[in-house]
């Protein structure tokens, strides 16, 4: 539940009203003052209309500066951003040879194995030596090493299922697998906040998609009901599959699934449960092991589990886990399996070892204490900036911590202002977030010591005052006895 | 004071934001900044609420009925074919906002008229203007195209 204050929500819906006023205004005299110069098109329709990228040209473009910034360095606790300049107020951006070290407070570095880690690097830089940086084939070709077996036994022993496959890229994983299990005829229920990869494999599948509102699991069980006692549109025959699609964490809340009740009204209504912990697994969870493990899930009744390689491991790539003969059946079918190239070796060997290390099988006890300061990390940021009054979304021991701004004016002023005192953050809007609801996210990381916590929110709390988004009373100081 | 946001199950970026607490409110608050503007240019009231009224019918019948598809391309065109009107909650008829959105051009015509004592020719044109807007907003006019006129190519 987000509470705005009302006269927010009055000034935002304002402010985007005046941006888009002035943005079609422009758009009128640009297509006044083109009307005389001929284009040069020789009879080729257009690439796109004007309609369709309004939003890019006139609100994105205009704080460009803010997005995709380019970092010249590995993205550790504190990494090099490059800085750029524009000569034409935001519509091309340059680079230029000056970097600065800031603090990282965006990147997906949970457990700190973005940077050079003293197990896991050696071990990587021999396997690209002795492996080479490419397969080079698609795994049914000749790209499935060794290390690939090996890979998928350990995902699959560490999330706890009988049977793993993993992929090159975490997006591909979710966009590629859903058309393969299921098709038309059946139905996709996934929650309103899902991540673009499932919306777009819901898409492509073919299935009747349907939402429910997040993270409601009665509202989940209402449109099973009325989907099931409805059947398939037009002919009413009763739906070939049901999926009911949940992430981990929601990437842009910082929120837990309820999966404990969302569980038990799929096996009610015998639909299947597709769980997507791309930013749980490695986070969460007293040994790693995701929001299973929080939550106290059996992960036999979760049937099948994805997740990607990017966020807790240091890598690249995604899993989907399942059943035997689930994993024998989409080695067979997904085309990200058989047609894609295999995921690259030293990427895997990367896996592997970040693996045995939060297991705690490479002899040491740093698995454990990355997960214990992820979670002390999170905790102590989280209540420091409730403390101060800021709306900070998402559950507690959860690493992603959502900072609501609202304003769109507050977006660029929040980010430029932290990157002049060398802290990166990076904000989130309109349509990645509903449009009320813009927000600067915060990563946590298990690299973070005590001092960049406290320095970054130092920063934030005064940037925070700048701009005016402490929209809770802060809570008074306790007095010292002195 | 603090209103609960709950994100609605609207896939539709371009419409979801007006399930969100305090649009209708802003809506009227901008009708009335208009009002004062045109108060400050010393016309009577009558005239101001018929400027009103006629920018008010331009603005809301191009971007709600005239203009197709999304302003983004994230949804890959599946929403071009529609207008703003037809995408809002979902294509269902008849529900909250649009009950609402189709009152307000009727209160205001009807203040219009009021201020200016329902003289013509100002009476003509808040008359079209009420006319052209309400009948655009009732259901059986959902994708309907009159004479193929802002229909796709």
């Given at each position: 539940?987000?509470?705005?204050?009302?006269?927010?929500?009055?000034?935002?819906?304002f402010?985007?009203?005046?941006l888009?006023a002035?943005?079609?205004?422009?758009?009128?005299?640009?297509?006044?003052?083109?009307?005389?110069?001929?284009?040069?098109l020789q009879?080729?329709?257009?690439?796109c209309?004007?309609?369709?990228?309004?939003y890019?040209?006139?609100?994105?473009?205009?704080?460009?500066?803010?997005?995709?910034?380019?970092?010249?360095?590995?993205?550790?606790?504190?990494?090099?951003?490059?800085?750029r300049?524009?000569?034409?107020?935001?519509?091309t951006?340059?680079r230029?040879?000056?970097?600065?070290?800031?603090?990282?407070l965006?990147?997906?570095?949970?457990?700190?194995?973005?940077?050079?880690?003293?197990?896991?690097?050696?071990?990587?830089i021999?396997t690209?030596?002795?492996f080479?940086?490419?397969?080079?084939s698609?795994?049914?070709?000749?790209?499935?090493l060794?290390?690939h077996?090996e890979?998928?036994?350990?995902?699959?022993?560490?999330?706890g299922k009988?049977?793993?496959?993993v992929?090159?890229?975490?997006y591909?994983?979710?966009?590629?697998?859903?058309?393969?299990?299921?098709?038309?005829?059946?139905?996709?229920?996934?929650?309103?906040?899902?991540?673009?990869?499932?919306?777009?494999?819901?898409?492509?599948?073919?299935?009747?998609?349907?939402?429910?509102?997040?993270?409601?699991?009665?509202?989940?069980?209402?449109?099973?009901?009325?989907?099931?006692a409805e059947?398939q549109?037009?002919?009413?025959?009763?739906?070939?599959?049901?999926?009911?699609?949940?992430?981990?964490?929601?990437?842009?809340?910082?929120?837990?699934?309820?999966?404990p009740e969302?569980?038990?009204?799929?096996?009610?209504y015998?639909?299947?449960?597709y769980?997507?912990?791309?930013?749980?697994?490695?986070?969460?969870?007293?040994?790693?092991?995701g929001?299973c493990?929080?939550?106290?899930v059996?992960t036999?009744?979760?049937?099948i589990?994805?997740?990607?390689f990017?966020?807790?491991f240091?890598?690249?790539?995604?899993?989907?886990?399942?059943?035997?003969?689930?994993?024998?059946?989409?080695?067979?079918?997904?085309p990200?399996?058989?047609?894609?190239?295999?995921?690259?070796?030293?990427?895997?060997?990367?896996?592997i070892?970040?693996?045995?290390?939060?297991?705690?099988?490479?002899g040491?006890?740093?698995?454990?204490?990355?997960?214990?300061?992820?979670?002390?990390?999170?905790?102590?940021?989280?209540?420091?900036?409730?403390?101060?009054?800021?709306?900070?979304?998402?559950?507690?021991?959860s690493?992603?911590m959502?900072?609501?701004l609202?304003?769109?004016?507050?977006?660029?002023?929040?980010?430029?202002?932290?990157?002049?005192?060398?802290?990166?953050?990076v904000?989130?809007?309109?349509?990645a977030?509903?449009?009320?609801?813009?927000?600067?996210r915060?990563?946590?990381?298990?690299?973070h010591?005590?001092?960049?916590?406290v320095?970054?929110?130092?920063?934030?709390?005064r940037?925070?005052d700048?701009?005016?988004?402490?929209?809770?009373?802060?809570e008074?100081?306790?007095?010292?006895?002195? | 004071?603090?209103?609960?946001?709950?994100?609605?199950?609207?896939?539709?970026?371009?419409?979801?934001w007006?399930?969100?607490?305090?649009?209708?409110?802003t809506?009227?608050?901008?009708?009335f900044?208009?009002?004062?503007?045109?108060?400050?240019?010393?016309?009577?009231?009558?005239?101001?609420?018929?400027?009103l009224?006629?920018s008010?019918f331009?603005?809301?019948?191009?971007?709600?009925h005239?203009k197709?598809?999304?302003?983004?391309?994230d949804?890959?065109?599946?929403?071009?074919?529609?207008?703003?009107?037809e995408?809002?909650?979902?294509?269902?008829?008849?529900?909250?906002?649009?009950?609402?959105?189709?009152?307000?051009?009727?209160?205001?015509?009807?203040?219009?008229?009021?201020?200016?004592?329902?003289q013509n020719?100002?009476?003509?044109?808040n008359?079209?203007?009420?006319?052209?807007?309400?009948?655009a907003?009732?259901?059986?006019m959902?994708?309907?195209?009159?004479?193929g006129?802002?229909?796709?190519?």
């Amino acid at each position: 539940m987000i509470a705005i204050p009302y006269l927010t929500a009055l000034t935002t819906y304002f402010s985007y009203g005046l941006l888009f006023a002035f943005g079609q205004i422009r758009d009128l005299f640009r297509k006044v003052l083109d009307w005389c110069r001929s284009n040069n098109l020789q009879g080729y329709a257009p690439i796109c209309l004007g309609l369709e990228d309004f939003y890019v040209r006139r609100l994105y473009l205009r704080i460009q500066d803010c997005f995709g910034r380019p970092i010249a360095s590995a993205p550790d606790a504190w990494f090099d951003v490059v800085e750029r300049q524009s000569n034409d107020n935001n519509k091309t951006l340059k680079r230029t040879e000056k970097i600065t070290r800031c603090l990282n407070l965006g990147s997906y570095n949970y457990l700190g194995f973005a940077a050079a880690d003293e197990y896991c690097t050696p071990r990587a830089i021999e396997t690209l030596k002795k492996f080479s940086p490419s397969t080079c084939s698609t795994r049914v070709d000749g790209g499935t090493l060794t290390l690939h077996n090996e890979l998928e036994e350990f995902v699959a022993k560490f999330v706890g299922k009988p049977a793993a496959v993993v992929f090159g890229m975490g997006y591909v994983t979710n966009s590629a697998i859903l058309p393969v299990l299921i098709g038309k005829g059946g139905l996709i229920i996934s929650d309103s906040l899902n991540h673009n990869s499932i919306v777009n494999g819901a898409r492509g599948s073919g299935a009747t998609i349907r939402v429910f509102q997040h993270n409601t699991p009665s509202h989940l069980e209402e449109v099973l009901r009325e989907q099931i006692a409805e059947g398939q549109p037009r002919t009413h025959r009763p739906w070939k599959k049901i999926i009911v699609v949940v992430e981990g964490i929601y990437s842009m809340e910082g929120e837990l699934c309820k999966l404990p009740e969302i569980v038990a009204i799929c096996k009610k209504y015998k639909a299947y449960t597709y769980l997507d912990e791309a930013h749980s697994i490695g986070a969460v969870g007293k040994s790693g092991r995701g929001v299973c493990e929080l939550l106290g899930v059996d992960t036999a009744d979760v049937d099948i589990m994805m997740g990607t390689f990017t966020k807790s491991f240091g890598s690249c790539g995604g899993y989907i886990a399942g059943s035997k003969e689930l994993i024998q059946y989409l080695k067979y079918t997904c085309p990200a399996h058989l047609y894609a190239t295999s995921i690259s070796p030293p990427a895997a060997q990367q896996i592997i070892s970040s693996i045995k290390v939060i297991l705690g099988e490479d002899g040491s006890s740093r698995g454990a204490q990355k997960l214990a300061c992820i979670r002390e990390n999170s905790n102590f940021f989280r209540s420091e900036l409730q403390k101060m009054g800021f709306e900070v979304l998402g559950d507690n021991d959860s690493p992603v911590m959502p900072i609501m701004l609202y304003n769109p004016a507050k977006i660029p002023a929040f980010s430029r202002e932290c990157l002049k005192q060398n802290v990166a953050v990076v904000t989130v809007a309109f349509p990645a977030t509903p449009l009320l609801l813009a927000r600067a996210r915060i990563c946590i990381s298990a690299s973070h010591t005590k001092e960049d916590l406290v320095k970054a929110l130092e920063v934030i709390s005064r940037v925070g005052d700048l701009v005016g988004i402490k929209y809770f009373p802060a809570e008074p100081k306790k007095e010292h006895q002195e | 004071m603090y209103v609960k946001a709950v994100p609605p199950t609207d896939l539709n970026k371009n419409t979801e934001w007006f399930t969100y607490p305090g649009v209708w409110t802003t809506y009227i608050l901008i009708l009335f900044s208009w009002l004062v503007v045109l108060c400050v240019f010393g016309c009577s009231p009558g005239m101001a609420w018929t400027i009103l009224h006629l920018s008010h019918f331009l603005v809301t019948y191009h971007f709600f009925h005239w203009k197709k598809g999304t302003p983004f391309a994230d949804d890959q065109g599946i929403y071009n074919g529609l207008t703003w009107w037809e995408q809002i909650d979902n294509g269902k008829q008849l529900t909250r906002n649009r009950k609402f959105l189709t009152v307000v051009p009727v209160v205001l015509y009807l203040i219009a008229s009021h201020t200016t004592d329902y003289q013509n020719p100002m009476l003509f044109f808040n008359t079209l203007a009420v006319f052209v807007l309400v009948v655009a907003k009732f259901p059986n006019m959902h994708k309907v195209r009159i004479f193929g006129i802002n229909a796709d190519h």
